[in-house]
């Protein structure tokens, strides 16, 4: 009985799903601690002077999704609308590389 190596396409898949995952799921776990930035801030005395950010109202501050009143929903969907962004922008700007290096014929 002879087995079949995984193909490209199914490790490809594998892997986004797992990707999926742990933005969906095992993200919910991360530590609700601040950050190193914001523990030096309270030990130097000046986190009280901190300003929310120019796009701290848009649908995906504080690491979940505006309207879902669920946290633990919100940050699973934002993680795996991050991954998917993400993705896209990478595949797209990968895509666009490729067409432009076989135009000018300077392929790997």
């Known amino acids: 009985m002879s087995r079949r190596p995984v193909g490209r396409r ?3 898949i594998a892997g986004l799903l797992l990707t999926l995952v742990v933005a969906g799921v095992v993200s919910h776990y991360a530590s609700a601690s601040p950050d190193g ?3 030096a801030a309270g030990e130097a005395g ?8 120019a796009v701290a109202g848009s649908p995906l501050a ?11 929903v919100s940050g699973g969907l934002a993680g ?3 991954v ?3 993705l ?4 797209g700007l990968a895509l666009l590389l490729r067409r432009r290096g076989a ?3 300077t392929r790997d």
């Not at 000046?46 to 950010?53: L, P």
Request: glycine share 14%; charged share 25%; hydrophobic share 50%.
């Open 10 to 12: 199914a490790f490809w």
């Open 37 to 39: 930035l914001e523990w």
């Open 46 to 53: 000046f986190a009280d002077t901190a300003r929310d950010s």
């Open 62 to 72: 504080d690491y979940g999704v505006a309207g879902v009143d669920d946290a633990r």
């Open 80 to 82: 795996v609308i991050g």
């Open 84 to 86: 998917a962004v993400t």
């Open 88 to 91: 896209l922008l990478a595949g």
């Open 103 to 105: 135009r000018t014929g």
